[in-house]
């Protein structure tokens, strides 16, 4: 079921740090787009933006009462499989970050290497 | 002299079985193979301020084995083995990787390693590469499991960037 295209959907849902940090709010629970968007200093409708990608993602669903509209985290194996990706993308991002400090630094001591 | 900007790591996923990472380095790719083959050197990187490196082993030949491991900060240790089948220096390597816990160390993944270097830059590409659907399907759940409170930490830690 877990296809290559809808593994780079999720990508590129999860590529921006602030759907990410939305995902980490709604971990803890039920939201609607206002609450989700007092966090962060940009507008309710960039929010609704961004919960949109998250949608079509299939990472969030949002309900429909008029009011409220409140998202919340869609559990199920492909979006395990999105979380364990963000996680081993940040760990790898981490280690070459610090890789390149280390070749600067080996580069500093032998100039000539 | 001009200072690079700051490099990006990319993920992508060439298939369901596959894990592309690419990363660039402002460093020839003799050292870049060193750095990433030499336990000494690996220490200083691996851990990546998410653990605290204990042991450190690597065989640097084809038919070699190797094994990383490290605590977190809650004390859990985790530890990763495999055996290198290619080892092309300053080329490249191949070698397999599991994670070493029960049910998941029979399943390693299998890891290509290229570097590339150009006018002083090197180009390093792993992929890692699951031998099933079944294997990487365990893998992750197994990985939630244990990681789940890291992955979250993760995910928290990233809330500062937005404001």
New interface residues.
């Given amino acids: 079921m877990?296809?290559?295209d809808q593994?780079?959907v999720i990508?590129a849902a999860l590529a921006d740090?602030?759907r990410?940090?939305i995902?980490?709010r709604l971990?803890e629970g039920e939201a609607t787009v206002k609450e989700l968007a007092e966090?962060?200093?940009?507008s309710a409708p960039a929010v609704s933006k961004h919960l949109k990608a998250l949608r079509q993602a299939g990472l969030i669903a949002q309900g429909r009462e008029a009011q409220r509209r409140p998202c919340r985290i869609e559990a199920g194996?492909l979006k395990?499989?999105a979380?364990?990706?963000?996680?081993?993308?940040?760990?790898?991002?981490?280690?070459?970050?610090?890789?390149?400090?280390?070749?600067?630094e080996?580069?500093r001591e032998e100039p000539s290497? | 002299m001009t200072a690079a900007a700051k490099?990006?790591?990319t993920?992508?996923?060439?298939?369901?079985l596959e894990?592309t990472?690419t990363?660039a380095?402002?460093?020839?790719r003799?050292?870049?193979f060193k750095?990433?083959t030499t336990p000494d050197?690996v220490r200083?990187?691996?851990?990546?301020?998410?653990l605290d490196v204990t042991t450190c082993e690597f065989e640097p030949r084809a038919g070699g084995t190797w094994r990383f491991a490290g605590q977190t900060p809650d004390g859990m240790e985790i530890a990763f083995f495999g055996e290198i089948s290619e080892f092309d220096p300053p080329a490249g390597l191949v070698y397999t990787e599991a994670f070493d816990v029960p049910e998941i160390r029979d399943r390693p993944s299998t890891v290509t390693v290229r570097l590339r270097e150009e006018s002083g830059v090197t180009a390093?590409t792993t992929t890692s590469r699951f031998q099933s659907?079944e294997d990487r399907?365990a893998v992750?759940?197994s990985?939630?499991e244990g990681?789940a409170a890291?992955?979250?930490d993760?995910?928290?830690a990233?809330?500062p960037?937005?404001?």
């Fill in positions: 877990t296809s290559a593994l780079d990508f740090p602030t990410r940090a995902l980490a971990r966090p962060f200093a940009i194996p395990e499989a979380a364990w990706i963000e996680q081993y993308r940040q760990l790898w991002s981490d280690r070459f970050d610090h890789l390149d400090e280390l070749l600067q080996l580069q290497e | 490099r990006q790591m993920l992508s996923t060439p298939s369901d894990i990472l990363r380095f402002d460093a020839p003799a050292l870049v750095a990433i050197y200083r990187w691996w851990g990546a301020g998410h390093l659907v399907d992750i759940a990985g939630m990681g890291a992955s979250y993760a995910l928290e990233l809330l960037e937005i404001k």
